[in-house]
């Protein structure tokens, strides 16, 4: 197999929306072993999170003639109540907007590094999870500026739905009532996540049980009522500092109050007559899914199949080069120069012609300015939701506190708890080692500098139109995840619900293995990674799940809206529309 000039294809399947979960074709793709996505289908507006109350705010929001932006603040609010594992006030994260009429937007609400940081303040290799590790968060500032700019409801109509969650308390779902405990049982210590989070009367949560947070009903109403100032420079940023105090934070009350939300243009890609949108630095998802599409143009990818060893090889070699670039050359791009040539279709086609379609490429030797040592590995948790409102505004939006429940650290008096996202720098300057860790100097720590990210919300276009919503949890997998939805449709024309359900692969560079889904069929996927394994790469066991791509589907043509909750994580994630 070769680079080809093949023309471009239409997503004709994506427009072929299945009707239910049942009649899919088995045949068309080789069924993902993970929990089968949850599908509603609509006709005018929809909201897909994984969180059923929080979907139901948002869907509420629609039905009272919010938009889409308008919706999606309520929504993220209601996530900080509902889902408090990712869900946040105290973390950061990126929102992309497409609204006819103007051009595609992204509100940048990454955290930033206290004016008191070091780039070497975590050389003794100091845990993550206490107030130390908290960048500046982000959350409510970016929430504002995208309904400065986009939203037409009042702020407090938006606020006040996750103040009545928290005040009269929801019930708490399965997945909740694991997550609960089990960071409970992790945390001996964290008095105040005890306080908060703890089962009055110290019996484990069970689904069906009702929480209640009434401090956090409390910080909700004053950012309600007074606005994000409520958060940087009132009485929750003194809350804030305190902690910070008690714990040995750097966040100072100078620092919430120089926080800004920041709006960026997207990156743009096209791709088989499609306009895809997605974050510009300080993530790396827009620019690696660039390198990685771009790349894959120049194949005949579908005639082999879609889990084909000669796909899956092509495939792991794309993904390998973008997490080499990624590496050499992605940071805040305020802070550093990130090359325009990332995400041009010409440096797709050369890293293509460099490909052996036949043999793996070592990674350390795409590297060689880089010095690779040993290490540990390393995980991360976020949570990404996507709505559409019946005007055509669409919104992707993934935000985090870092790993599952962030820092563990809650702010007392305040309820919410706090990120660990500066693990998401780069702590040592030049140890990069063959586990997850990378030394290399765009990411080094530096007052006020984001942290780079992998999250990659995005929005796929036709003739201006979105057809596609989609993003994902996951940490450095998010890029692939998102990638695996985007080609399933585009290239190997499934269908949107299929494009979801279907399992998923990824390669970081380093460490130098491929990581696959599980398949229902045990059979082929021995083969293929026999197959895999001759070509010369290192496979890991096959993992249960690979992100959560709660993803909407529009058919331009009738305007049906496919809304796709993808369970592969918590089991119960929410889909709601009308």
Wanted: proline share 7%; aromatic share 6%.
């Amino acid at each position: 197999m070769t680079p080809t000039d093949r023309p471009n294809r239409s997503w004709a399947a994506l427009l072929v929306l299945v009707a239910a979960v049942s009649t899919w074709c088995a045949c068309a793709v080789l069924r993902a072993a993970p929990a089968a996505p949850y599908v509603v289908h609509a006709q005018r507006h929809g909201v897909v999170t994984s969180s059923a109350p929080a979907t139901q705010v948002g869907l509420t929001i629609l039905q009272r003639g919010g938009n889409a932006v308008d919706a999606a603040v309520a929504t993220a609010f209601a996530l900080a109540v509902t889902w408090p594992e990712a869900g946040n006030i105290g973390g950061g994260g990126f929102m992309m907007v497409h609204a006819p009429g103007r051009e595609p937007a992204m509100i940048d609400y990454r955290e930033v590094a206290p004016e008191a940081s070091t780039s070497d303040m975590f050389a003794l290799d100091e845990s993550v999870h206490t107030a130390k590790a908290a960048g500046v968060p982000g959350t409510v500032r970016g929430l504002a500026l995208a309904h400065e700019k986009f939203g037409s409801l009042p702020w407090r109509d938006l606020v006040m739905p996750a103040v009545k969650l928290a005040e009269e308390g929801f019930i708490v779902s399965a997945a909740l009532a694991g997550s609960v405990n089990e960071m409970l049982g992790l945390s001996p210590g964290f008095e105040e996540l005890e306080r908060v989070y703890g089962k009055p009367g110290g019996e484990p949560w069970r689904a069906g049980d009702r929480m209640v947070l009434p401090d956090l009903a409390k910080t909700l109403r004053a950012i309600a009522d007074q606005g994000s100032d409520a958060f940087y420079t009132g009485p929750i940023a003194g809350l804030i500092t305190a902690e910070m105090e008690r714990g040995g934070g750097l966040i100072t009350r100078e620092d919430l109050a120089a926080y800004r939300a920041i709006a960026r243009a997207p990156v743009h890609i096209r791709f088989r007559d499609h306009d895809i949108y997605a974050p510009a630095p300080p993530s790396s998802g827009g620019a690696a899914l660039a390198m990685i599409l771009h790349t894959l143009e120049h194949f005949e990818l579908r005639e082999p199949g879609r889990y084909s060893p000669d796909t899956l090889h092509l495939m792991a070699e794309a993904m390998r080069r973008a997490f080499a670039d990624r590496a050499r050359y992605l940071g805040d791009s305020d802070f550093v120069i990130v090359p325009d040539f990332l995400t041009s279709r010409d440096y797709g086609r050369m890293i293509a012609l460099h490909i052996d379609p036949h043999r793996a490429t070592p990674s350390e030797s795409l590297t060689p300015d880089v010095v690779i040592v040993e290490g540990p590995p390393g995980g991360e948790s976020t949570t990404h939701f996507s709505v559409i409102d019946a005007r055509g505004m669409a919104v992707s939006n993934t935000y985090t506190i870092e790993q599952s429940w962030g820092s563990r650290v809650v702010v007392r008096g305040a309820g919410f708890l706090l990120n660990n996202e500066m693990g998401d720098f780069n702590w040592e300057k030049g140890h990069t080692d063959r586990a997850w860790r990378i030394g290399t100097a765009p990411n080094l720590i530096q007052p006020r500098k984001r942290m780079l990210s992998s999250m990659t919300p995005v929005i796929v276009t036709r003739d201006g139109k979105p057809v596609l919503i989609t993003g994902s949890p996951g940490g450095r997998t998010i890029i692939n995840t998102v990638a695996c939805v985007i080609l399933n449709g585009l290239e190997f024309e499934m269908n949107a619900v299929e494009a979801v359900a279907a399992p998923r692969m990824h390669h970081q560079w380093l460490p130098d293995r491929i990581q696959l889904e599980a398949w229902d069929d045990q059979a082929g996927m021995r083969a293929a990674m026999a197959e895999l394994e001759v070509r010369g790469h290192t496979l890991r066991k096959p993992v249960a799940s690979q992100g959560c791509a709660n993803t909407i589907a529009i058919d331009p043509a009738s305007g049906r809206i496919t809304l796709i909750a993808d369970r592969r994580i918590d089991g119960e994630g929410g889909a709601a529309g009308e």
